[in-house]
């Protein structure tokens, strides 16, 4: 910039008009003047309106100026650069901006980046006076969006009650946003206050739109509330805002709905209650044997239980026992020291097969004696995991004779323990590896392995499509067609990373509407084995998990991690699973080729028929052409029938499909024996009723036209419940046509009685087996006789003795039931024990009511408890000796990766497997050091502090992204010639990563990978670490070899119950905190006495509400409960912030310990800025209580450092 320009910026910044006019003109023509944009910024960032104003007159010239009338000049404004406009958008700057909208009012409303118009800026700044401005001159707050959606939800939830007012005084609407949602997914109590009592623009009990943030079924705030565990909310909107518990959503859920929970046992149950039959389970090597030579099988890793739970609630069981499971966790369940082996993991290399052995044997047997064959639920087994690629080899030539080897062992080895259940494998390349036929390593049953929808959870409305299937009848055919289509492993769900989404994304991802329209192409290819990954996913409890996920594995599952079954995909499964339960003619169909605009003429639309094999009944799936598609589409289906050739609907109007949607229209279907010539209703069951009777259930979206026919022969229908249904008779057969609203409707004719349901509706019916004989008990068989029961959040079972019908199930609301058919006549019904006041419902049905009253519940506040603390890194005081610690002095290792100094680091080699590791490097000064380098590794989202002697040095604190991380350190001081010193390095193992078979991904090192010391040789330092106490010879044979890591109170065993707490300070984590980086041990107990009858939900609930600033630091925590790891925070990584512990880890009626460790990564120290113990609410229920698990306290431990 030369001197003139520099004196034009200088009087505009000092606002010297006078000055700048006659220094312009000589300046403008000679074309010395700073760009234009430069110009304005400096008079809007100096607020010099008069200067800001001439120079938009000399240098941006309007149409309407005197001096430019016909000379075609236009204003320029528009063109200027978004920065300058931007300027002007804070408080202290809105002259500016008004002045700017005086050369040209279309600013008022121009986009202006990533937000939008300038009412977003205003109202995302809280900028009153921009907003008044903008209000006051005509913008449409009702047009303005921020994140594409209405601005007052923004206002709603982040911005002050004076901006939310200042819009509803022009003109906001409410009505039609979820801006009451924001205001309760943010705790804005003020906010409420203003729209619901002060301007009651807004009913606290109303149904409000699709949270899109939570995948929440439209409804009352309150379910909101609930599902997030806002406590303090939902007590608020219950007693001060009058918001009704008994408010319904969509579905017909009462707002209690929405935090149900059920314990292990029961999981089982639910999933039965699903129409499922069978589970697949994996078994974890790497817990299991943790110690070589020493597989464990009693405690909690016994199966027994599992197998009894399994085989009470009538479901069969798929056994993997690997070894290799991946399944989300550490090495994919291969334990740490198989990780120093030399040979190639998953190869046939003799070190890896025979260290495989007594893991297989011991699994083989305990698998053998629970399979069908000797009475047990076991009926299939798998060997290995998606062995389908190995390096450097081409698809064309997978599996190699090595490969075949591989898999033929791990078969070898489960049939020598006398395993006889067919076994199955899971291709993900779907390219018939190890089918039947096959050769070596060939399977009985060849099964796929499928992700469709993928893993993006930040974009979960964004579905895939190089994914999507098309073809699969066709590949099976090639690959193996003289066996069941076996899908053994489908995407249920999906799972998120540190740093990222939580599980509500991932559910979203994978929600009802994926279910609806990929599960259902999967039908469309004949498939007959569906195993969905996951139905319940759990907790990565105990550092269980790989490196990628958090504790939580959630996995966006149909249950979900604390047993919930809200999320509405739960129910879309179940209507889909109870179909094909009654549906055999499915089994032996032919799948034909979907083509767009066959059988509808639409070619938005694609149809895939299954014409009947044996039977005459038929299938069409319709969806739409792109599977993506949202639209809403309509089409009239052109199908054969037994009456010949049926254009439908026959009575006028169309179908549709709705959005993200597919549908199984039938024809030629039988109920029990009558024929339904067609349906575009969709089946949810069909039962066998008293006396020969049939009931079918029906159902359909909401507004959804539908149809069905029936033969003549039956009686006239007649409509004994609800309205609005046509009936005509098209020669041989009756005709009926509805739309599908909340009314039920029902039809009687004949021995035939039809319920037509809207698919809300049908989500509230169950249909329960009633227990046979030996050898089917409570198993699913088409022999069996069911009960088709209304009502209820879950109803699990149920039996007849006499008249009575016994029921069990869970309600969380006062519940209506009404048995829509049973196989017999009943007179009463006992639900949970208790007798219920029976009546007739309007249609003759026997009915009852469940009164359902909220126990009381006494829940300790951890804020008030005396938590007792420990130093848990003496290691960094003065004097600590680190004698007993493991000398890395090994030379040499196995690893892929080499080591770069006189001796290896990694963890592995030395028996350091998960929780945490520390290092101490000891070395002496020569006075010349000024920094360090360390390249660290610990898995993505890891952390890593550092000390010199008791000198912070600094931490890396973690990301999302990185497993490793290289750093060069300053030392703060100069050190003193001749003295020693010592490195204690802190570093948080995440867990190892998976792997593709052959890439021994899963041996990438955790520790120190490579170091530095300026002005020193490498072999100038000696390394000693530890992890956990005894590594691989752990000592807690009840939790596990890595439950436990590197730290002091883990080592001492204090976080086990009931250690020596007696001469510990009182501190407590969330009110005292470290004030400087650290490692703090905190413990407290409580009992708890919770009410008999009830199932209650219990999770621990971090928050940053304190306002102290060390409160936000970044910050560590794991979560001990009664010696059990079921949490890892991190506080500046997260997303998890919810740790549900279930009862059984949880004493509900007794003592608790709890256990914190606080690790500071930053100078300050850092405090817990809120921890609450929080219950959902709970329901009543009839679960079996679970027996505590084991729970040994604390005792001295030998050799304990």
Known sequence: MDDIQKTIITLITNGNLTQLIPT??????????????????????????????????????????????????????????????????????????????????????????????????????DNLRLASFLLANGVDPNETEINYRPAVVAAAGHRSCAMMELLLDHGAAIAGTDALFAAVRNQRIDMLTLLVERRKVADINAIQPADLETDLTPGPVLHLAIRRKYRRMVRVLIERFHADPLAQDLQGKTAVAWAMDVKDP??????????????????????????????????????????????????????????????????????????????????????????????????????????????????????????????????????????????????????????????????????????????????????????????????????????????????????????????????????????????????????????????????????????????????????????????????????????????????????????????????????????????????????????????????????????????????????????????????????????RDSKFHVTDYNVGGLNLIYSSAEVFTWAKGLDKNRVLVLYGGAEELHELALPTHLSRPTVVDGSGVKIARKGSVWVVQWQVTAQRRVLRLGTLEIHLLRRNDAYQHWVLELPASQPIANYSSPSKETVIVKGGYLLRSASIAGNQLHLTGDVNATTSLEVISAPSRLDGIVFNGQSLKSTQSKIGNLAATVHYQPPAISLPDLKGLDWKYLDSLPEICPGYSDESWTPLTNTYTNNTRKFTGPTCLYADDYGYHGGSLIYRGHFKANGDESWVFLNTSGGVGFANSVWLNQTFLGSWTGSGNNMTYPRNISLPHELSAGASYVLTVVIDHMGQDEEAPGTDAIKFPRGILDYALSAHELSDLAWKMTGNLGGEQYQDLTRGPLNEGAMYAERQGYHLPKPPTSMWKSSSPINDGLTNAGIGFYATSFSLDLPEGYDIPLSFVFNTSASDPRAGTSYRCQLFVNGYQFGKYVNDLGPQTNFPVPEGILNYSGINYVALTLWALEAQGALVGGLELVASTPFLSGYRKPAPAPQPGWKPRRGAY
């Open 24 to 125: 312009m003109g000589p300046a403008l023509q000679q074309h010395q003047i700073p760009p234009t944009t430069i110009l304005l910024q400096t008079a809007i960032q100096s607020m010099q309106l008069d200067v800001l104003q001439y120079l938009l007159t000399r240098l941006l010239p309007r149409e309407e100026d005197e001096d430019n009338k016909g000379n075609g000049a236009k204003n320029q404004i528009g063109a200027l650069d978004r920065a300058v406009i931007l300027d002007t958008l804070t408080p202290e700057r809105v002259p500016a901006f008004e002045l700017l909208c005086r050369y040209d009012p279309s600013l008022r409303t121009r986009q202006l980046g990533h937000l939008g118009a300038p009412l977003a800026w205003a109202i995302v700044g």
């Open 266 to 659: 029961e999981i089982m149950k639910k999933i039965k209650s699903l129409g499922f039959n069978a589970v697949s389970f994996y078994t974890d090597w790497g817990l299991m044997e943790g110690n070589p030579g020493h597989v464990v099988t009693d405690g909690i890793w016994s199966l027994d239980e599992f197998f009894t739970a399994a085989s009470e609630a009538g479901i069969y069981l798929i056994a993997r026992p690997g070894p290799y499971i991946n399944a989300e966790t550490s090495a994919g369940g291969i334990p740490g020291w198989v990780l120093r082996l030399k040979g190639v993991i998953r190869s046939n290399s003799e070190d890896y097969l025979h260290a495989t052995d007594m893991y297989m044997a011991t699994l083989g047997k305990i698998i053998a004696k629970a399979q069908i064959t000797n009475g047990g639920p076991v009926i299939l087994v798998q060997p290995e995991n998606e062995y389908t690629t190995w390096p450097n080899v081409s698809e064309s030539k997978f599996p190699t004779p090595m490969n075949k080897e591989v898999m033929a062992y791990a078969e070898r080895q489960l049939r020598d323990a006398g395993v006889v259940v067919p076994s199955v494998v899971n291709d993900n390349k779907n390219l018939g590896y190890f089918a039947p036929g096959t050769g070596m390593g060939e399977t009985d049953i060849y099964g796929i392995d499928a992700y469709p929808m993928r893993y993006d959870c930040g974009n979960p409305y964004v579905w895939p499509t190089y994914r999507f299937p098309r073809d699969w009848q066709e590949t099976h055919r090639n690959h193996s067609p003289t066996t069941p289509f076996a899908i053994m492993e489908f995407q249920g769900g999906s799972g998120g990373g540190w740093g990222g989404v939580t599980e509500d994304g991932c559910a979203i991802l994978v929600n009802n509407e994926a279910v609806r329209v990929v599960y259902k192409n999967n039908y469309g290819f004949g498939v007959t084995v569906l195993n969905i990954y996951m139905t319940y996913g759990g907790t990565n409890w105990g550092n269980l998990g790989y490196h990628g996920g958090y504790t939580s594995y959630d996995y966006g599952a149909a249950i979900t991690e604390d047993r919930q079954i809200w999320r509405e995909k739960y129910s879309e499964e179940k209507l889909q699973a109870n179909f094909l339960k009654v549906s055999p003619a499915y089994l032996t169909t032919t799948p034909g080729n979907g083509v767009n605009g066959s059988y509808t003429g639409n070619k938005d639309i694609a149809v895939t028929p299954l014409f009947g094999n044996g039977t005459i009944t038929n299938f069409y799936l319709v969806r739409h052409a792109d599977f993506t598609s949202t639209a809403n589409v309509q089409y009239r289906l052109q199908v054969s029938t037994s009456v010949g050739n049926v254009t439908i609907p026959q009575l006028g109007g169309s179908l549709s499909l709705n959005g």
